[in-house]
Structures are given as structure tokens and as C-alpha cells.
T-cell receptor
Framework: NAGVTQTPKFQVLKTGQSMTLQCAQD?????MSWYRQDPGMGLRLIHY???????DQGEVPNGYNVSRSTTEDFPLRLLSAAPSQTSVYFC?????????????FGQGTRLTVV | GQQLNQSPQSMFIQEGEDVSMNCTSS?????WLWYKQEPGEGPVLLIA?????ELTSNGRLTAQFGITRKDSFLNISASIPSDVGIYFC????????????FGTGTRLTIIP
């Protein structure tokens, strides 16, 4: 019963490097999303997807790319890492139909950009 | 965009005390959710509310969907040490963008 799995759990990047944060869910959820969590700011939506082949921008999309080739996977790409992208990143999934209600979250990826 | 104001930002209480926190919005939501996050973990859904005025319980937790659809509160009765964590409210509107809007969280600490 894996739920939402994120890898890696921790990552340190140098400014300008690129990387992909992986997210996979085994619940056949159509809706998936990426959030970043910064101290005192709650969770802010980066990108989301309502199904395979469909993605859209959230509140803070700049510097990030996503794609959704399968129902199970929703990777988040950092194109050129910047210190401002130091954060904890959470992937979430939920049943579609009524949007992202009752989202299930992964354990997070703690990213530090130096 | 929509904003959720969550209060208080932090609470320090003694074991056994009741806890109350709330969330207010500048606009209407169709769904209110309450999540709890423990250190090093992702948020976990506690309660979901779908109708204005709805009052829902989950063990010692009780949450209500405000009648104006712009607010919600969460109560925890007889707090225990495992209640420690950050509690987030989140709102969703069916006919807006398909996004959950999160509050900034209430950090609950239990004093021994």
C-alpha cells in the first residue's frame, strides 16, 4: 500500500544545476499536483495535472516544468536551480471529478540549493 | 487570488486542554479540508467538509463549515501528546481553477 512515493527525500544542488523530482502514485488517481512549502507560508501550488497529457500552472510555476505521460507519474523538473528554490516539495494525488479534494500527500523532498 | 487566513499561528497548551483554531477566506469555498502535518512528513487529511453549516467529527476532532462558506473551524478536545504538529486548512471551489488553497498553518505544541 505505497500511496504517493517521492524520490529523493533529500537533495543538495549547486546554483544552475538541473534535476527532476520524482512522484508516483498507485491509487489510479487522475489529479496530481506539486506544492512547495516554505516557513510561514503554508503550501503553494506549483503545477497540477487533471489527467495524463494535461498539465497547468499553479501559483508559483516559474523555474519549474512538469509533464504527465502516465496516470501514475508526475515528475517535477527544475531547469536551472536557484537558492530561492530551496524548499520542501510535496507531491499530492486525488480522485478527479471534483478536483483536488481529499488529496493524499507524499513524504516530501527537502531541496537545498547552494 | 484567494487567501486563507488561519489563526492562531501557534498554540502552546497543556495536555488535556481543548484546542480551537479557525480559517477565514476573502471568498467562498465549496469544500473545506483540514490537514495535519508531523515533522518530516507530508500533510494527512483529518476532516473534509462539503456543505455550508456541516459539522463533522473524527474522534476527538470536530470541524465545521461556516454558514457563509467563507470560514471553518477545527476543535480538538482533551489534547494528547500525539496531537503535536502543524494543522492546515484548505479550501476548494468547484467552478474556479482546480486548485486547493492552503492556510499558513497553526503549530500546536503541548507543554508537559
Amino acid at each position: 500500500n505505497a500511496g504517493v512515493t517521492q524520490t529523493p527525500k533529500f537533495q543538495v544542488l549547486k546554483t544552475g544545476q538541473s534535476m527532476t523530482l520524482q512522484c508516483a502514485q498507485d491509487m489510479n488517481h487522475e489529479y496530481m499536483s506539486w506544492y512547495r512549502q516554505d516557513p510561514g507560508m503554508g503550501l503553494r501550488l506549483i503545477h497540477y495535472s487533471v489527467g495524463a497529457g494535461i498539465t497547468d500552472q499553479g501559483e508559483v510555476p516559474n523555474g519549474y516544468n512538469v509533464s504527465r505521460s502516465t496516470t501514475e507519474d508526475f515528475p517535477l523538473r527544475l531547469l536551472s536551480a536557484a537558492p530561492s528554490q530551496t524548499s520542501v516539495y510535496f507531491c499530492a494525488s486525488s480522485y478527479s471529478g471534483q478536483g483536488p479534494t481529499e488529496a493524499f500527500f507524499g513524504q516530501g523532498t527537502r531541496l537545498t540549493v547552494v | 487570488g484567494q487567501q486563507l487566513n488561519q489563526s492562531p499561528q501557534s498554540m502552546f497548551i497543556q495536555e488535556g486542554e481543548d484546542v480551537s483554531m479557525n480559517c477565514t477566506s476573502s471568498s467562498i469555498f465549496n469544500t473545506w479540508l483540514w490537514y495535519k502535518q508531523e515533522p518530516g512528513e507530508g500533510p494527512v487529511l483529518l476532516i473534509a467538509l462539503y456543505k455550508a453549516g456541516e459539522l463533522t467529527s473524527n474522534g476527538r476532532l470536530t470541524a465545521q463549515f461556516g454558514i457563509t462558506r467563507k470560514d471553518s473551524f477545527l476543535n480538538i478536545s482533551a489534547s494528547i501528546p500525539s496531537d503535536v504538529g502543524i494543522y492546515f486548512c484548505a479550501g476548494f471551489t468547484y467552478f474556479g481553477n482546480e486548485k486547493l488553497t492552503f492556510g499558513t498553518g497553526t503549530r500546536l505544541t503541548i507543554i508537559p
